[in-house]
């Protein structure tokens, strides 16, 4: 097996893993802070190498709008952005996920509301886990925490995606898109040819002329309530099977914990930190990580909190997860949050005082 290991950021590494898994196309348009994604793409060239078609859009609403075309035709495309941008792409997002075509969108995350900064933040969780265009929908949100699996979410983001036929996100905040690491990149993938992707997607708009088969109509518009209805209902069992079999997550120091913390992405790298100090001090805290944000691990938090007096939650917003792990532990026990915004990050020994402040000040 041949990996190369590359000193990269995470936007760079998103960029890389794409071309490696054999992406079809990427539409996208430039925002501080991920457009190192479509930049590292057109430096590498890809359609020289692999045929990928790098395109950067008029706009946003532009980008998605193409990913919709491309995923209609059960190729393997992509976009990226960052919080505003991705505000604009919410219609083609919920078409996409009507129209259940397979998708791959990357939100690296910075402050808003509004335009807001470019500092990191995750403030778009709500955004992202809860629907953020109309009608009921959900997309697969994964969050990563490190350079190496922004570079694996891209696979797995594609395969999830095809697999259920429904878009998946990558959410990372700034600080995972900026921040250099050592990644282990993947073997080349070859693209699929047109018959592997009739093989595979038999529901594909990709018929040729001549083509005796009926052909395939992609739309989210259906004007029969009932049959509104039925598509509706079709939606939500194939969510229902996702969070049955699609929840991933890590723990760290939970079998003997006595308080437990919840955060994701860069912050729980900070989180960890933080929970080594306190035991050096005879504090017992455990770490949950939620690596898919949508679907929630909500019943491994609920099953580490029946050993534990005390949740604190950790997040770069105002408090948005926080109302997950409520959802999972109901009113049994203690629940607070500590939250930094506006692109401020909290080092370790701030997140420790909020939780001697919450949990052991009288």
Not at 59 to 87: F, L, W
Not at 128 to 145: E, M, N, Q, W
Not at 265 to 272: F, K, M, P
């Amino acid at each position: 097996m041949n990996q190369e290991v590359r000193l990269m950021k995470g936007n760079e590494a998103i960029a890389h893993a794409a071309i490696l898994y054999g992406c079809d196309g990427y539409f996208g348009y430039p925002i501080t802070p991920q457009s190192e994604v479509l930049e590292t793409l057109e430096t590498e060239m890809p359609w020289e190498t692999t045929g990928m078609v790098v395109l950067q859009a008029e706009s946003e609403v532009a980008s998605i709008n193409m990913v919709y075309g491309g995923a209609a035709t059960g190729k393997a495309v992509m976009t990226s952005s960052s919080s505003p941008g991705i505000s604009l792409m919410q219609e083609g997002i919920s078409y996409l996920a009507a129209s259940e075509l397979p998708a791959l969108i990357v939100n690296v995350m910075r402050g808003g509301p509004g335009l807001g900064t470019i500092h990191p933040s995750q403030s778009d969780y709500f955004q992202a886990t809860k629907g953020g265009g109309h009608g009921d929908y959900r997309l697969i949100v994964l969050a990563p925490s490190s350079v190496q699996e922004m570079a694996d979410f891209v696979a797995l983001g594609f395969d999830l995606s095809f697999k259920y036929r429904t878009p998946a996100m990558i959410l990372a905040d700034g600080i995972v898109g900026q921040m250099m690491e050592k990644v282990v990149l993947p073997e080349q993938r070859p693209r699929r040819t047109d018959e592997e992707i009739a093989r595979q997607c038999p529901w594909a708009a990709n018929g040729k002329a001549g083509s005796r088969r009926h052909p395939n109509i992609i739309t989210s518009l259906e004007l029969d309530s009932a049959v509104m209805e039925k598509n509706n209902e079709r939606f939500q069992r194939t969510y229902r099977e996702i969070e049955r079999n699609e929840v991933r997550y890590e723990s760290y120091y939970t079998d003997d914990a006595d308080y437990l913390m919840v955060a994701f992405g860069s912050v729980a790298r900070i989180c960890l930190k933080a929970i080594e100090e306190a035991r050096k001090q005879g504090l017992k805290i455990g770490l949950i990580r939620p690596i898919t944000l949508w679907p929630f691990p909500y019943d491994a938090i609920a099953e580490a909190a029946t050993a534990v007096k005390g949740i604190q939650v950790v997040e770069l917003n105002a408090g948005q997860m926080i109302e997950d792990v409520r959802l999972a532990v109901g009113r049994r026990m203690k629940v607070c949050h500590f939250g930094r915004m506006g692109g401020i990050i909290p080092n370790p020994s701030e997140i420790l005082n909020a939780f001697n402040r919450d949990f052991l000040t009288n």
